[in-house]
């Protein structure tokens, strides 16, 4: 699943090409999303003008003025900018044609993603439903070590379910939280209450560092994404834990475990991030 960095990265691969840029034709050859689109869709966008090329978790944001065009990627999905005229191959759902000559194609193979459109008049957009409920960006000042902490307390969940939580933080997927708690030396085990104060800030200020060094480099090269110039990410090269299951750690050389929470891969250093169990009071 494309992750915060590969949609940031795509946001900014896609802007250069169609902010400020008037919307001339919407092609919808599949409406079956996630979310049926709607079918007046082409009616509301053509003649609008892209004002602004936004992202809010892993919702691509496209302003206009009268309103904002949503898009997620879901599972597998990509926007590629491509000259109008390119014909549509395999699972090519959505084409949004600029006057500048170019298009906005979105491919999503197992049809996970979404394009929903806010209309200006329901509000400001933060109250659309899927964005209401989302916790601060990560890289935001909003996102912090006393936040994190504050939250934290009476949560006997893990921390890395407690932090991939989008309620409580955008963005920590998989990858990257299994990466922010390596360096902050936590296993994922760990119920979240227990965290200190230190712990909380350590952890949020490296969820912030690989987050941006993700960002960065493009973005984690995963075999379903293909950033807007259909070129992989490169961050994968730089991993510490993830995916190195039996592999020498790379501070102390001890094997790396996989383990699964919550349905999901978890890479962790034994000698690095050992799990300190509780100790509970004998009645």
């Not at 996630?34 to 919702?59: F, H, N």
């Not at 090269?221 to 993830?242: E, I, S």
Request: aromatic content about 6%; glycine content about 8%.
């Amino acid at each position: 699943m494309p992750e915060l960095p590969e949609v940031e990265t795509t946001r900014r691969g896609i802007e250069p090409k169609i902010d400020r840029q008037t919307i001339t034709k919407v092609v919808i050859r599949n409406p079956n999303l996630r979310w049926p689109i709607d079918s007046d869709l082409p009616e509301k966008l053509t003649g609008l003008s892209i004002q602004e090329v936004a992202r809010r978790g892993k919702y691509l944001l496209l302003k206009t003025a009268k309103g904002t065009l949503l898009v997620h990627l879901g599972m597998s999905g990509n926007l590629r900018v491509l000259p109008v005229g390119t014909p549509a191959q395999k699972h090519d759902h959505v084409d949004i044609e600029f006057d500048n000559g170019y298009l906005l194609r979105l491919n999503d193979p197992r049809r996970f993603g979404a394009v929903l459109w806010h209309d200006a008049s329901k509000g400001d957009l933060e109250s659309h439903e899927r964005l209401a409920d989302l916790g601060p960006e990560p890289l935001s000042d909003d996102f912090n070590g006393a936040y994190l902490y504050k939250l934290s307390r009476n949560r006997k969940v893990a921390v890395k379910s407690f932090i991939m939580n989008s309620h409580v933080v955008v963005g920590a997927g998989n990858i990257y939280a299994n990466e922010a708690l390596f360096l902050s030396k936590i296993h994922p085990l760990t119920p979240a209450q227990q965290l200190t104060k230190t712990q909380c800030e350590t952890l949020a200020n490296n969820i912030k560092k690989v987050l941006a060094a993700a960002i960065e480099q493009g973005g984690t090269t995963l075999k379903d994404f293909l950033n807007a110039d259909g070129k992989p990410g490169y961050f994968v090269q730089k991993l510490n834990v993830y995916g190195r299951d039996k592999q020498a750690c790379p501070v102390c050389g001890t094997p790396i475990e996989r383990l699964v929470l919550n349905q999901r891969a978890s890479y962790v250093c034994p000698k690095c991030q050992p799990l300190k169990r509780s100790r509970t009071k004998k009645a």
